[in-house]
């Protein structure tokens, strides 16, 4: 399913064009339309969101005061944030990554899951070993076994030409079901009754937090894989590549570039970063794989991604500000007895917004640079 | 061989019955899917809808005691989602995948919210139609009892075909959906034909849930959806676009969730899980087999997936 050719080509054409003009001055205008646009958005939606407390008999400002406090009001509620926002980060990379080359993957979830169990397996072979090395183990078993489910996506595609967002879709509900079926077979631990779960990786070789605070070191991870998204896709030649076949694939392939292997690349880091979330799922979290791994935080860092543009800055941005959102949850219901459904629609409200708001980029006369 | 114990005919007759039982809402929800598609735009949202359609028709039918008044604000539910959808995709830039995502997280929001109350009390169900009355055997006058939406699902199929094939709405929407500027080059409003389409197939969508909370499983619960909605999307690739074809797809979508439960029931549970998975792989095997990097496949809008 080819996207829009949007961004990318203005930025193939402006890289030719800054080679031979001299750079042109700063276009105040667009840079501020492209921040005012997103932050009306978000507070349209939080308007909208408002309304409909104000309808539930809630005073709205009290509970934004909340949200506020519970998301990022002191340190303690930050770090719960911070918790939320990692495994977004990660997730939302699977779709950024493949969607710069022009491939829409929901198969967040699948690559999780995925990822999840291998690191699982890797864990539990090498478990006796010492803490850093399970550690890494997981995080290699984690990042194989995310990318190559969503590389199957992609060879898909190019080989069959099996469209990539519903075969993403299916694979996510493979991946669950072969999930369950390990966790009910060869991986059981038999104590676990109630809820099948493989084997636990020993409490003292699991991911520990940062300090004495209460972030694991997933949080690292998910800052560091899209500080290297950024990296690679806005300021490498791989990433130049990647965005002019987004951008236009026939004057790609016209100019002779390796249209296939990039999309499979591309895929196979997106993959391994969506493996990378389910890793430290196990790793920090639960200490074994079971069906919480598929936890619904795919379709979320799905949206994540697609609001911020596939771009891996503002992924951190609008991750952590998902996380705050999530992380108020609790709150809500006790201090205002909403039902946690309320965040759900929150964040759909907000979502709706800022989706709406892609269709009013150069709609406003402010924003257009003058005498150009 | 008595009429209680059936042995090995209970797997095939609890088989076709959960068929249909399960069949119908993949069945409702992809002809709204099929609608939707056929004009040229993705509404991955239906599974907000199917929930949001779950979660009214429930609600409605304990609130006024019939169970059709419920399915009637079913699709209501559904077709106000759907509104929100059309306007949004009608928009230029949005992304048809991106919102329908966003409609999921609001749909299932808003059902989850407003349905909370409801989790607890028991609302009246729909009526079954028995079709096996005529047997003393209880295990098949049971399975062939059979949901109402199923006989609206398969009219609406046969109709749907009609509609495509010979009338000039029909026309409309498969001139919008295979190019709209050619739609728009002879009068036809591309924004409008499509913003009808979507809802409609979003009120069907509606109706789909209905089936799952006023028959079966017949409550409302936050977890009355194994993901149907989600499914119409590649159910419609499977069936090429076309509405009857949808009810077979459905039939063999329905029955392939049943197959995994029925041998459970006879002490078979090798693979259990697997098995649940079959739907996906056996759409997945299809597109591998059928789809080519060549051509499109037969019967896909032009404008599918594409930004006009």
Redesign the interface.
Known sequence: ????P?ANTVSVAAATATATAPRPAWRWRTSLEGVAIPVGAVVGGCVLFGIFCFFQSRNPFAVFAAIYKAAFGSWYSFQNTLVRAAPLMLTALCTALPGRWGL?V?GNEGGRVGGGVAATAAGLAVQSASLWFVILCMLLGGMVGGGLWITLVGL?Y??????E???S???N??A???L??LV?GVMRDPSSLNKPSSYPIPDEKMMPTMGNSNVHYGLVFGIVACLLAWVLMEHTTFGFKVRMIGGNIRAARMAGLPVATLGLITCFLGGAAAGTAGMVEVAAVHGRANESLAAGYG??G??VA?VARHRGLPIILVATFLGGILASGGILQREFQL???????????V??SI??S??L?GRFKFFKERGA | MNAHSIGWWGVVIGVLAATVRGGTPFLLVSLGECLTEKSGKINLGLEGVLLMGAMSAYAVAYRTGSPWVGVAAAAAAGGTLGC?HAF?VS?????D???G?????????????FG?PYIQPSAPQLPPIGLGNWSSVPQIADALKISPLFFFGVAVAFGMQWFFRTTRWGMQVRAVGDSPAAARAVGISVTRTRFLCIVCGSALGGIGGAHLSLFYPGAWTEAISS?QG??A??LV?FARWNPVQCLWASLLFGGAQAIGPSLQAVGIST????W??SP??L??LV??LT????RTLVGAPGAL???S
């Open positions: 399913m080819p996207t829009a949007d829409v929901i898909l190019y080989k069959r030409g099996v469209n967002t519903i075969s879709l299916l694979m509900y493979i669950i079901a072969v369950n079926h009910n379709y979320a799905i949206l697609f039902p946690d459904a309320t965040i759900l629609l929150f964040q759909g409200l979502f709706l989706l709406f892609d269709s980029y | 929100v949004l928009r230029p830039k949005v992304n995948i991106a919102a995502i966003a409609m999921l997280i609001f749909g299932s929001g808003c059902a989850f919210y909370k993901g989600l499914m999307v590649a690739i693979g259990y899980y697997l649940n998975a996906y792989i759409t997945l597109m591998v789809c080519s990097t060549k997936g594409t930004s």
